[in-house]
């Protein structure tokens, strides 16, 4: 099931072409996309909160590692999934999803690449 949920945030975020121009990862990411240069998108189920018989909540993890001196532009993709994650209902076979929070970073890696994360609140009727 977490691959389905992973699709379904990706899904919503692909209706508005926002993953344009950036690689996309599920779960994990490897030595060589840390080493290069090329930016990346990494999905991975982060958490769950409530459930119950009728409805369940699952945190999906949007990581985006950006290019080198590209901080800037990074921001404004995050700030862009954000607010569409906020107004989309989508559909991708979820009921709905919010923002679990809002944007964090940037953080660095050693490279000096930025990395961004944002959390989504996946509600489901079929976990």
């Known amino acids: 099931m977490s691959l389905t949920l992973l699709n379904r945030v990706r899904g919503l975020l692909d209706d ?5 121009g ?3 990862r599920y779960f994990r990411w490897t030595d060589a996309d840390i080493a290069g240069n090329t930016p990346f998108v990494l999905f991975r189920q982060s958490g769950s909160g409530e459930s119950n018989e009728l409805v ?3 945190l999906v993890s949007v ?4 290019a080198k001196n590209s901080e800037v532009i990074a ?7 954000l ?13 709905r999803f919010d923002p679990a929070g809002t944007v964090v ?3 660095y890696l050693e490279n000096g690449r930025p990395v961004f994360t944002l959390d989504v609140r996946v509600f489901t009727q079929d976990q």
């Open 63 to 66: 990581v985006l590692v950006a």
């Open 75 to 81: 921001a404004e993709l995050m700030q862009s999934l």
């Open 56 to 58: 369940q909540n699952t």
């Open 105 to 107: 970073g940037p953080s």
């Open 22 to 24: 950036y690689a996309v």
């Open 16 to 20: 508005n072409n926002l993953l344009d």
């Open 83 to 95: 607010r569409w994650v906020r107004v989309s209902g989508g559909d991708t076979g979820s009921i």
